[in-house]
């Protein structure tokens, strides 16, 4: 634990925060946010981390956060939406960016970058998948922030087979195989005692698609 958050918690309380003017409770909002990102960070559980403890953090009454968050599952996944967001925008930045309009390439570029935000920000993304949370019923999943890169796959997919490609394998799961795939290979680049040659990534994704797609 920091050394900032030591000295806030050794009494057992934050000083009362200041009351945002009217008009900016989008600003408490993004401070409540930020506090459950370093909590998590440090708990690494949805079970573990209290209401109590963020609103300590931030400095306001715990009954303060219903007003922006229904529940502590919300909070929770509108903490992790920040990242999941971040990423499929950098994934939609290569889309964008590929050389070739070939929706192939397009979906060479995204899965490309995927693997690259893993790399380049370790932190953010153990926070995605490191968090233990807690299940919900399941007419809420389709909720969950991961859903953005779900869609994003989908949608790649769906112009490949427009472009004559065809996948193979339960049509389905391919957005879920590309998901699982990726996650799988950087996890194990991360974690393996070998030289880390980002090229290596480049790789495996060049293996995933051309196993994945055929014409």
């Avoid at 112009?159 to 391919?174: F, K, N, P, Y």
């Avoid at 957005?175 to 699982?180: A, E």
């Amino acid at each position: 634990m920091s050394e900032r958050n030591t000295g806030a918690r050794a009494g057992g309380t934050r000083g009362a925060r200041a009351r945002n003017p009217r008009g900016q409770g989008d600003r408490l909002r993004t401070d409540i946010l930020r506090a459950t990102e370093r909590l998590l960070e440090e708990l690494g559980s949805e079970d573990a981390l209290s209401l109590r403890a963020v609103a300590r953090e931030v400095g306001i009454a715990a009954p303060s956060i219903y007003r922006h968050f229904t529940d502590k599952t919300e909070l929770v996944w509108a903490t992790l939406a920040q990242n999941y967001e971040r990423l499929a925008e950098a994934m939609a930045e290569a889309d964008a960016d590929a050389a070739d309009d070939e929706p192939l390439e397009r979906l060479r570029a995204q899965l490309r970058a995927y693997c690259r935000y893993a790399v380049e920000h370790p932190a953010k993304y153990r926070l995605m998948y490191d968090t233990w949370q807690t299940p919900v019923e399941a007419e809420r999943l389709p909720g969950h922030p991961a859903g953005v890169l779900v869609r994003g796959w989908e949608q790649a997919l769906r112009r490949c087979e427009d472009a004559g490609w065809r996948v193979r394998g339960t049509r389905a799961e391919a957005p879920y195989v590309l998901w699982y795939s990726v996650h799988g290979r950087v996890t194990l680049w991360q974690v393996m005692p070998r030289r880390k040659d980002p090229a290596r990534l480049d790789g495996f994704v060049d293996e995933l698609l051309a196993l994945l797609l055929e014409r």
